[in-house]
T-cell receptor, first 114, second 119 residues
Framework: AQKITQTQPGMFVQEKEAVTLDCTYDTSDPSYGLFWYKQPSSGEMIFLIY??????QNATEGRYSLNFQKARKSANLVISASQLGDSAMYFC???????????FGPGTRLSVLP | GAVVSQHPSWVICKSGTSVKIECRSLDFQATTMFWYRQFPKQSLMLMATSNEGSKATYEQGVEKDKFLINHASLTLSTLTVTSAHPEDSSFYICSARAVRDAGRNTEAFFGQGTRLTVV
């Protein structure tokens, strides 16, 4: 069974600084996909970044980058130059080899301080 | 990006009645749809996975007779909460995967979510 762990229930960061949100996972699948989503108070799920397990390079999308360490089974999200609008819940998620079993971690609430 | 429309956005119903939530992929064909339930300040809990033309696969602990999922076409999946009770009050959200991504583990698009309150 797949499992996602996010050990930081809440994080604070000063505006314009970088922050790392931790995510570790457990799976026996040889191939899988890792995702990060942002959920503001409105409830919508906003896709941030995707990393395939066989991708050689770490994924980057604008201010978001994913620090993928396959041997350690970790997929940490790095947000550079934090903005006040980044304050939200952040979820790490994983999908299995066949695009099924799309499960989420417990989430981290990020608060950006002015 | 692809658009998934979920309707209604919020609904209040009386205890004992049934409520249907629709999830439509507007500009792509969805081979797989996921249904989640989210309690306040908690994560998304996967309830079931439905593949078009097949019966939904329910997660352990989710009552299939209470949460009826239908995925009759490539653009529509519905979740019906039958005989709703106050403890069913929650945020329900769907996610869809495109046919073009079938067999891979990339991309899933979310609906806006439905806030259900049972009184």
């Amino acid at each position: 069974a797949q499992k996602i762990t996010q050990t930081q229930p809440g994080m604070f960061v000063q505006e314009k600084e970088a922050v790392t949100l931790d995510c570790t996972y457990d799976t026996s699948d040889p191939s899988y996909g890792l995702f990060w989503y942002k959920q503001p108070s409105s409830g919508e799920m906003i896709f941030l970044i995707y990393q395939g397990s066989y991708d050689q390079q770490n994924a980057t999308e604008g201010r978001y980058s994913l620090n993928f360490q396959k041997a350690r089974k970790s997929a940490n999200l790095v947000i550079s130059a934090s903005q006040l609008g980044d304050s939200a819940m952040y979820f790490c998620a994983m999908m299995d080899n066949y695009g099924q079993n799309f499960v989420f971690g417990p989430g981290t609430r990020l608060s950006v301080l002015p | 990006g692809a658009v998934v429309s979920q309707h209604p956005s919020w609904v209040i119903c009386k205890s004992g009645t049934s409520v249907k939530i629709e999830c439509r992929s507007l500009d792509f064909q969805a081979t797989t749809m996921f249904w989640y339930r989210q309690f306040p300040k908690q994560s998304l809990m996967l309830m079931a996975t439905s593949n078009e033309g097949s019966k939904a696969t329910y997660e352990q602990g989710v009552e299939k007779d209470k949460f009826l999922i239908n995925h009759a076409s490539l653009t529509l999946s519905t979740l019906t909460v039958t005989s709703a009770h106050p403890e069913d009050s929650s945020f329900y959200i769907c996610s869809a995967r495109a046919v073009r991504d079938a067999g891979r583990n990339t991309e899933a698009f979310f609906g806006q979510g439905t806030r259900l309150t049972v009184v």
